[in-house]
């Protein structure tokens, strides 16, 4: 408070309105005007970090912000390590340190679907999983101690069974947010669409149209895609890893070998691919991976005559944009089915919660075999 009173000059003391903004100028050492502004002041404990906050809201632009920030370090203040205002909300109480995580995969989010499920995280939703995954092995734990500090009180059937479900049902939560641990990949890192085919097909021209911009060259003559090329979009939200592969063909360009040879490693990799069909031609089924995904196509449609379609596969011209939205559509739909496997509040996306749940997974695998071959002391 006394460092923005010493660079903010107001007709209104912003102590007597916390949490309302202000009006009025930052001004420097001589009473020079440096930006009209506005400023809010915020007493702990109710702030983001628990401390008393002020804020200046200052115009866009580097001088603005520049000058202002400044004569407020002139003036007592010191920038803040990266991570310090997240840090002393967590040191303070206000966030636990999932929530605190939670920021990072925030400020990181490159997806409208990462940043969705990064702010479900912030909210607790996560947090609240683990208090009740806690919860039944704390209640586990409980009984296999009153087992042991009352051995005269030989422990119930009942009560043995019901240490076993406790622990199982941990272990069973345990392991749903284990595997969420894939969907929250392809969250971080996109799911892998490749587009491939034989040469000559469109498959670049269909990249680029999927695209939205030039990004693959073009050309009547075959073969000429001889690397593999990816881009970064969104569909519907969820990030994607578009590739262009090179066209499948026997060759005895060595060049072009070593591309086709790429594009057999990207199939299998893929989550997704799309086989671009030239009308007429059947898919080349090795070239599919039967651990993806397949939608085949038929590409440029608008060559051929509705009659001449292979009425099995959906036709697409990014000449005349036929078929496009719909291949879109039908991506979209593939991709949002892939990441539904979890609900939000179950979906681990730090690197180190996988680590902790499955070391716990594994200490209570260990105790169930303890209760079925040793005893409650040893579980």
Known sequence: LSILRSVFSSRTEPARFPRRMIHGFVRDADGTTIDEALAVYMPGPRSYTGEDVAEIHVHGGYSAASESLSVVLLSGARPAEPGEFTKRAFLNGRIDLVQAEAVMEIVSAESREHLRRAERLLDGGFSRTIRHLLNHITQA????????????????????????????????????????????????????????????????????????????????????????????????????????????????????????????????????????????????????????????????????????????????????????????????????????????DTTVLVERHIRHLANARTHLTASLAALESWSEEIA
Not at 150 to 173: L, N, Y
Not at 203 to 208: A, G, I, P, T, V
Not at 239 to 257: H, M, S, W, Y
Not at 266 to 278: F, H, P, Q
């Open 141 to 344: 734990l409980a009984r296999i101690e009153l087992s042991i500090d009352f051995p005269d009180q030989d422990i119930e059937q009942s009560d043995h069974a019901e240490i076993t479900a406790r622990i199982k049902s941990a272990s069973d939560m345990i392991d749903t947010l284990i595997d969420s641990h894939c969907t929250a990949e392809k969250i971080r890192h996109g799911i892998t669409i490749a587009i491939t085919g034989m040469v000559n097909a469109g498959k670049s021209s269909l990249f680029n149209a999927l695209l939205g911009r030039r990004r693959a060259i073009i050309h009547d003559r075959p073969g000429t895609t001889r690397d593999w090329i990816s881009e970064r979009i969104e569909l519907d939200g969820i990030p994607v890893n578009l590739v262009d592969t090179a066209g499948l063909r026997e060759t005895d360009d060595d060049i072009e070998r070593a591309g086709i040879a790429e594009t057999e490693r990207i199939i299998r990799d893929a989550e997704i691919i799309v086989y671009v069909l030239s009308p007429g031609e059947e898919p080349e089924t090795a070239s599919i991976s039967p651990s993806s995904m397949s939608i085949i196509i038929t590409g440029k449609a608008d060559l051929f005559p509705v009659g001449m379609r292979d009425t099995r596969y959906l036709a697409v011209s990014t000449y005349t944009g036929e078929g496009l939205h719909h291949l879109r559509a039908i991506l979209s739909e593939t991709c949002r089915n892939m990441i539904s496997s979890s609900n939000d």
